[in-house]
């Protein structure tokens, strides 16, 4: 089993920054893979971004390249999105999930495990 909690959402003005954390703990191994995914209200689920265990590989959503950066901190079993140039379309909850292989990274099928989520709104 594997837990992940996310933090670090909250309300921010067009043109802003926000920096969302992960933490995982339980069963994670060297071969994870940490992505983040957002729903808005009344879409579906979308793939936002994915790295690598060791950091070195990094995908993103063709919404938020350029924009979003993803990044993690081993020490701390912690993956970050560090999100600028906010939009309001952006509003959504930000999902951190894990999965086993690097792979198809925009399906959430190939996701085993997935956090609560964290509020993300972005105000005009």
């Known amino acids: 089993q594997v837990q992940l909690v996310e933090s670090g959402g909250g309300l921010v003005q067009a043109g802003g920054s926000l920096r969302l954390s992960c933490v995982a703990s339980?069963?994670?191994?060297?071969?994870?893979?940490m992505g983040w995914f957002r729903q808005a209200p009344g879409k579906e689920r979308e793939f936002v971004a994915a790295?690598?265990?060791?950091?070195?590989?990094?995908y993103y959503g063709d919404s938020v390249k350029g924009r979003f950066t993803i990044s993690k901190d081993n020490a701390k079993n912690t993956v970050y999105l560090q999100m600028n140039s906010l939009k309001p379309e952006d509003t959504a909850v930000y999902y951190c999930?894990?999965?086993?292989?690097?792979?198809?990274?925009?399906?959430?099928?190939?996701?085993?495990?997935w956090g609560q989520g964290t509020q993300v709104t972005v105000s005009s």
């Open positions: 790295i690598n265990w060791s950091g070195s590989r990094t």
């Open positions: 999930a894990t999965a086993q292989t690097w792979g198809a990274l925009d399906l959430q099928k190939n996701y085993d495990y």
């Open positions: 339980g069963r994670i191994l060297s071969s994870d893979v």
